[in-house]
T-cell receptor
Framework: SQQGEEDPQALSIQEGENATMNCSYK?????LQWYRQNSGRGLVHLIL?????REKHSGRLRVTLDTSKKSSSLLITASRAADTASYFC????????????FGKGTKLSVIP | EAGVAQSPRYKIIEKRQSVAFWCNPI?????LYWYQQILGQGPKLLIQ????????DSQLPKDRFSAERLKGVDSTLKIQPAKLEDSAVYLC??????????????FGPGTRLLVL
């Protein structure tokens, strides 16, 4: 079953603009991860935020986590055409399982 | 370091035929996963291995799907017989050993299966 639900399903922006994607999940988590998938390719890990963290940065990426609302957001600043991809949030429920449950993803198109 | 390798990249078969996918994880990664990704959806875990043992295969349709990792390195996933609804991308991933990045999974390019 899908744990996370990303919103919006699709997003189209101009190069240089910021892109924000949201993820909601249902059960308690140990950490939440964001992955990127380019067309026809495998997934690439972008960033991980633990349940006791509220915000994390990595380059042009900013992730927030609100465990009380069971939601997370991914912000990509100063977008580039190369950021065009699908973005998935994945939750790790912990307990040593190291299993990820993925959402349906947000398809981002960055127009040059 | 070399990434997760998968083959073949594409496969077209007719329903009721059998098919096998191969995965070679990153060297030293003891945990290996197989996912099924249907078009427009996120990956869904099919099976998780730790070395050559199965950790979780609760979402593997065992009447037609099987997987093995006999020597704790390479893995194969088989579908026999295939159904139309098995058309999907099959992704293999491996997990970093204990350490700072131990929750991170590394994915292969996937095998795109089309069942006609």
């Amino acid at each position: 079953s899908q744990q996370g639900e990303e919103d919006p399903q699709a997003l189209s922006i101009q190069e240089g603009e910021n892109a924000t994607m949201n993820c909601s999940y249902k059960t308690s988590i140990n950490n939440l991860q964001w992955y990127r998938q380019n067309s026809g390719r495998g997934l690439v890990h972008l960033i991980l935020i633990r349940s006791n963290e509220r915000e994390k940065h990595s380059g042009r990426l900013r992730v927030t986590l609100d465990t009380s609302k069971k939601s997370s957001s991914l912000l990509i600043t100063a977008s580039r055409a190369a950021d065009t991809a699908s973005y998935f949030c994945a939750t790790d429920a912990g307990a040593g399982s190291y299993q990820l449950t993925f959402g349906k993803g947000t398809k981002l198109s960055v127009i040059p | 370091e070399a990434g997760v390798a998968q083959s073949p990249r594409y496969k077209i078969i007719e329903k009721r035929q059998s098919v096998a996918f191969w995965c070679n994880p990153i060297s030293g990664h003891a945990t290996l996963y197989w996912y099924q990704q249907i078009l427009g959806q996120g990956p869904k875990l099919l099976i998780q291995f730790q070395n050559n043992g199965v950790v979780d295969d609760s979402q593997l349709p065992k009447d037609r799907f099987s997987a093995e990792r006999l020597k704790g390195v390479d893995s194969t996933l088989k579908i026999q017989p295939a159904k139309l609804e098995d058309s999907a991308v099959y992704l293999c991933a491996s997990r970093s050993p204990p350490g700072v990045l131990q929750e991170t999974q590394y994915f292969g390019p996937g095998t795109r299966l089309l069942v006609l």
